[in-house]
T-cell receptor, first 114, second 112 residues
């Protein structure tokens, strides 16, 4: 199984809603990532988890709250978002070894904030 | 982190070989070079990775000169389905907690 599965594929939410994006991988990878991608822009790193601990937070606003319940799961909790937060949210995983840095990406969750 | 510079866009025709060059003048000794491909509304997909000289796989070749200040991704005999954005990344092979940062990428458009 070389897949990273993200749910939901599409999400529409109001600015007062609370929702979550989910990501799952069963490749035994010990690093998991959240990226945000706006149209015609490159993916922008948000968070990195290494061995289920948050290792990198790229100064992301607190209305985005990541969670890594176990080595296979990664969540992104969303609360009080703004319309400019509408984007494609990509989850990725990697082996976290010095010899192999390949990222495996999911298909993404398309978020629209009204 | 080494900064990368790629052409913003390129056009080519089906059946041609396409070479996309990435400049990374301040690449460090431990840095490796990776290329990803991304189709619209999908996550990026790993294509190839190398440290020096030439690497080839079933999809592409990666040429890295001795000074490693640039690299060239070569796609043999492209088809319409190779239309995508191609990203060149440079990262520290020795850093376990690597910030994997994407540059602006090259938008490749294959014409019939």
């Amino acid at each position: 199984d070389t897949e990273v599965t993200q749910t939901p594929k599409h999400l529409v939410m109001g600015m007062t809603n609370k929702k979550s994006l989910k990501c799952e991988q069963h490749m035994g990878h010990r690093a998991m990532y959240w990226y945000k991608q706006k149209a015609k822009k490159p993916p922008e790193l948000m968070f990195v988890y290494s061995y289920e601990k948050l290792s990198i937070n790229e100064s992301v606003p607190s209305r985005f709250s990541p969670e890594c319940p176990n080595s296979s799961l990664l969540n992104l909790h969303l609360h009080a978002l703004q319309p400019e937060d509408s984007a494609l949210y990509l989850c990725a995983s990697s082996k976290l070894t010095v010899s192999d840095k390949e990222l495996f990406f999911g298909e993404g969750s398309r978020l629209t904030v009204l | 982190l080494a900064k990368t510079t790629q052409p913003i866009s390129m056009d080519s025709y089906e059946g041609q070989e396409v070479n996309i060059t990435c400049s990374h003048n301040n690449i460090a000794t431990n840095d490796y070079i990776t290329w990803y491909q991304q189709f619209p509304s999908q996550g990026p997909r790993f294509i190839i990775q190398g440290y020096k000289t030439k690497v080839t796989n079933e999809v592409a070749s990666l040429f890295i000169p001795a000074d490693r200040k640039s690299s060239t991704l070569s796609l043999p005999r492209v088809s319409l389905s190779d239309t995508a954005v191609y990203y060149c990344l440079v990262g520290d092979k020795e850093n376990r907690d690597d910030k994997i940062i994407f540059g602006k990428g090259t938008r490749l458009h294959i014409l019939p």
